[in-house]
Every structure is written in C-alpha cells, then in structure tokens.
C-alpha cells in the first residue's frame, strides 16, 4: 500500500453492503484520510461508526463528491446511474456495486484476482464497475480453469442468500420464518412468493427470452471479465433461504482433457480459492463456512463422465463480502496502490 491516504466516500452507507464496506475498509486497514457516508435523506441524522469514531449520515446530493478521491458505491442501479457521472465529474472514481455501468464498453468490470489490469480503463469514464455477485465467485474459481484448459460452456444453477436483496429481504426470511413456525399469518412483500422454507426460480426481472436478468449478468458478466465472448454460458439463479452466501452448482465444458485432481491441485494454487474436498469425511463448501470470510470455497470436483473434457463442481462465497464489499474495497486498495 502506498502512503497516499485516501478521502473516501460510501453512498449507501447504511444499508447492507454499504456497512460491510466500512467494515472491510477497518479491517484490511484502508488507508483513510477521510470518509463520508452517504445515504438518503431518511437517514440524516444517523451516524455510523469508524475506526472509533461516530460519523454522522449526510444526504446524498449532487455536492457530495468535491474534494472525494474514491466513492464506493451501493445505493441501488439509479442512484448510481445518476450520482456516478456528476461524482467523475468533480475528478472522484467510482467503484459501483450496482448492474448500472457493468455492461458499459468504457468502463472496467473487475475481479480483482482475475483481469486487475483492467482497472487502468477507469480513466474514460471515472467509473469502475464490481460485478454481480454470483459471477464474481464463479469467476475467481473458474479464471485458473479457463487459463489452463480453456472453457467452452459452463452450466450453472445458483442457490443465493437474501442478503443479496438487501436488508428488507433479510428481515422478510426472519418475520416469515417466525410467522410459520407460531402458526401466524406473514406477508410477502420483497419477493412474489413466500421466501421462508421456498426455492424462487426467479431473481431480478424476467427478459424477453425467459431468463432473469440476475441469469443474463452471468452469462454476459463472465464473459466481459473472462475477456472471451465465445464462451457458452447458460445460468438458472434461485433464491433459497439462506441468510448469508451464495452456492453454485457449476458444470464445465473444457477444450483441454481435464481431470478431477488436476482442478483440485490448480485451484488449491490459485487466489482467493480455498478447498474444501472431502466428501468421504462430509467436507464440502456451505454457505455457512463462506459466510464471515473473503475465500470463495470449491469442493464436490469430480468428472462429468457425460462428456468427454468436463468438470463440475461447488463453488460457495459470501455474498456481501467477496461478491460485492470486500470485492469494492480490492478495486480501491489497487487503485489506491497503484494509480493515485
Ligand atoms: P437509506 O438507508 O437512507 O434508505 P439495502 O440494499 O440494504 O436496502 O441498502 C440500500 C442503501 O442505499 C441504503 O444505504 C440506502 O439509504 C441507500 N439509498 C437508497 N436509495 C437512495 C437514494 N435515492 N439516495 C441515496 N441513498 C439511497
């Protein structure tokens, strides 16, 4: 890290992202010299903590980036739609959680384990995007594949936490969890069904051609970061009840032969993958060994004896840390290190 410290700013400082954020900012020891946080009017007059300090919660407004070297973004796709432009405007970079800017040619999408070179396009734009959550954790386990053996298709199912919706979703799964197990009435509010003890098939808005937007991220996303449009990607994305975590179920396609061991023995080299192997002694990766830490977890890797070069296997992170806060505050250290 250099010694540059950095005048920070978090839009979306209150909610569920936005707080693990300043989270990760202490503990990986950001290096601050000051930071706002930002959210809507409704919080004015909170205060946020950081490093000790009581922070209080300004509005988000157009003035708010002036003097600002970096904003990190969670604050919902037209809040960043609107805000990214004017904070670039005032010289500050953005790195945006939000779908807004990810598929935009000018701006980077970046994993910071897989294409980090990327992020020198931050200056057409001012914008650096983070990638959906789901895709991100696949392509940290999937990148040293594709490097070695090259991946033509992948086929995933993904089975996502609530905390990806956001706060009111966490809330939601708890008030109807408890509803149903005392017998009372709940309501659904967030999602179009009930999320307690239910499997959505259904995550964002549906498209013109069947799929959720959430599954058209992964296919366009993994291909944008991967920097290779003639991968076949198809994905199916579930809400489940879990609180924390995303699992996926992935099956790949390689042009390379590929073994079971020869995966294990690469991703067990690779960056920010940990794996937990062991299915005869009941080890494998759960959303709640992902949850609280920033690996993203491979295990169940075995041959696809269906077809000639394919792999499947289970690839489980958190959602709010290594698929949205924790890949933010990596984009900024780079940026931080290296570009300012
Ligand atoms: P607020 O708490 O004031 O509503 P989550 O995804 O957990 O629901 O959090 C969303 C975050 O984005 C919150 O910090 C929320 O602030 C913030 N936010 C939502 N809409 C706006 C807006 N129009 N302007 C600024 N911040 C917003």
Known sequence: MSEKKINLAVAGATGAVGNQMIACL????????SIKMLASRRSVGRELRFRGDLIPVEELTETSFKGVDIALFSAGGGTSQKFAPIAAEDGCIVVDNSSAWRMDPDVPLVVPEVNPHAIAG????????NPNCSTIQMVVALNPIHKKFGIKRIVVSTYQAVSGTGKKAIDELFDQTR??????????AVYPHRIAFNCLPHIDVFQDNGYTKEEMKMVNETRKILEDNTIGVTATTVRVPVFFGHSESV????????TADETRTLLKASP???ILDDPQNNIYPLATDAAGQDLTLVGRIRQDESIPNGINLWIVADNIRKGAATNTVQIAEVLAKEYL
């Open 251 to 258: 099956n790949i396609e390689t042009k390379e032969p590929i």
């Open 272 to 274: 920010g993958v940990g």
């Open 26 to 33: 202490e503990e990986r020891n950001f290096p601050v010299k």
């Open 179 to 188: 509803a149903m197990i005392n017998f009372l009435d709940y309501k659904n």
């Open 122 to 129: 931050y200056t057409v734009k001012g914008i650096i995007a």
